[in-house]
Nanobody, 119 residues
Framework: VQLQASGGGLVQAGGSLRLSCAAS?????????MGWFRQAPGKEREFVAG????????SYADSVKGRFTISTDNAKNMAYLQMNSLKPEDTAVYYC????????????WGQGTQVTVSS
C-alpha cells in the first residue's frame, strides 16, 4: 500500500487548507480506516482525525473539532482533511495513515506534508 499526502503550505491564521491523501496498492473495505496525524517540532506525533472508508464513522481530536473535516472518496481512493480557522498551533507535518478495520495499529503511512500557519 502506498499513501501520498499533498496540499500543505503556508497560510495565515484564520485561513483554510485542504490536504489530500492518494491511496494505492490495495482495495480497502468500507470498514477500513484512514487517518490524519501531525507532528510539530519537538513534539510527539498526535492523532488528528480518522474516518471509515464508508465515511460513516469519523473521529477527531478535541483540538480540531468543529474546524477540521475528514472525508473519503471511495471511487478515487482518496482521503481529505479540510482545515478551516487554522491557528498557529496547527503548524506541523501532517501524515495520512491507513489501517485494516480489525487491526489495532495504523499499518500504512504516507510521507507527510508541511502545514505552516502564520500569526
Amino acid at each position: 500500500v502506498q499513501l501520498q499526502a499533498s496540499g500543505g503550505g503556508l497560510v495565515q491564521a484564520g485561513g483554510s487548507l485542504r490536504l489530500s491523501c492518494a491511496a494505492s496498492g490495495r482495495t480497502f473495505s468500507r470498514r477500513d480506516r484512514m487517518g490524519w496525524f501531525r507532528q510539530a517540532p519537538g513534539k510527539e506525533r498526535e492523532f488528528v482525525a480518522g474516518v471509515s472508508w464508508s465515511g460513516g464513522i469519523t473521529s477527531y481530536a478535541d483540538s480540531v473539532k468543529g474546524r477540521f473535516t475528514i472525508s473519503t472518496d471511495n471511487a478515487k481512493n482518496m482521503a481529505y482533511l479540510q482545515m478551516n480557522s487554522l491557528k498557529p498551533e496547527d503548524t506541523a507535518v501532517y501524515y495520512c495513515a491507513a489501517r485494516q478495520w480489525q487491526s489495532g495499529t495504523w499499518d500504512y503511512w504516507g510521507q507527510g506534508t508541511q502545514v505552516t500557519v502564520s500569526s
